[in-house]
């Protein structure tokens, strides 16, 4: 019995700590969504208010008026299925041979993907900026969706390797016997399992590109084809004082597609997290 009244407390302790982390995450999207709907004599009040007391759409229109959101959206948008797409299409062959052919290569070649996730922007930015000077794709979309896919590469093989090592490896071996080669095996047997962790991390992979700022801020200065966290850095003035109306209700327009999209497949990259510890 005194076991289980000690337990009491301290779930109830870790519920109360899961709460205040819960409300620490929130509390910046919770004042961004408040600020976004909240009008010019609110937002210079000295008394600040969680719920604006004369909620207004003013903010969206100006936003909307100073700077090519639609544009920049767009941008960040082909941008970001594009990198997904190819990140996806390159991961899930190199995720097939990690899973399937154990050695001390594929090892430390699994090593090195999650080292390289450890490498700071800083350092890669000037290499990254060199080679694509050499190829001619500075400046341009193709090159910074070329950067997102090396970026997102490592985690799309971690995630997918996980998920084909969950594939029974007694399914590949009865299209084997029937005669299929191994590209047509993991066409036909493997990819149609792997489906779910395939949408899961192309979704993931292409979160981070929509939501990715600096490369993109590096890479691309023609005002056409910067994407959309680039243009929200224009609602700053030239002595860094923002407007914070129209950024507030630009920044929440943007990140509503993060939101939606990690909403949808929460689920599915938990299990794709786990499926990377089940041996068959």
Do not use: C
């Not at 993907?113 to 922007?121: C, G, H, R, Y």
């Not at 090592?165 to 149609?192: H, I, N, Q, Y």
Request: charged content about 10%.
């Amino acid at each position: 019995m005194s076991v289980l009244r000690s337990r009491g407390p301290a779930r109830a302790g870790q519920y109360a700590a899961l709460l205040a982390y819960l409300v620490f995450l929130a509390f910046p999207f919770l004042w961004l969504v408040s600020t976004a709907f909240k009008p010019a004599t609110e937002l210079g009040s000295l008394h600040p208010t969680w719920i604006p007391e004369d909620p207004t759409l003013d903010n969206f229109r100006q936003a909307f008026d100073e700077q090519p959101l639609l544009r920049a959206a767009g941008n960040s948008l082909l941008a970001a299925l594009a990198a997904a797409l190819v990140a996806v299409a390159v991961a899930t062959p190199l995720a097939y041979v990690l899973a399937r052919h154990r050695s001390r290569l594929t090892a430390a070649a699994t090593g090195w993907v999650v080292v390289s996730q450890a490498f700071p922007f800083v350092l890669l930015i000037i290499p990254l900026f060199l080679v694509l000077k050499n190829l001619h794709l500075v400046n341009s979309l193709p090159g910074l969706v070329l950067v997102y896919v090396v970026w997102s590469l490592p985690f799309a093989l971690w995630m997918l390797t996980g998920y084909v090592r969950a594939v029974p490896v007694e399914l590949e071996e009865a299209a084997a016997v029937d005669g299929a080669g191994r590209l047509r095996t993991l066409v036909s047997v493997t990819a149609p399992l792997l489906a779910p962790g395939l949408v899961a991390t192309a979704l993931f992979a292409f979160v981070t590109a929509w939501n990715e700022f600096f490369f993109a801020l590096v890479l691309l200065k023609t005002p056409e084809k910067q994407t959309l966290p680039v243009v929200l850095t224009h609602f700053l003035g030239a002595e860094g004082v923002a407007d914070l109306g129209p950024l507030a209700a630009a920044a929440f327009l943007a990140t509503l597609p993060s939101l939606l999209v990690f909403a949808v497949i929460q689920r599915r990259i938990t299990g794709g997290m786990l499926a990377g510890a089940v041996k068959s």
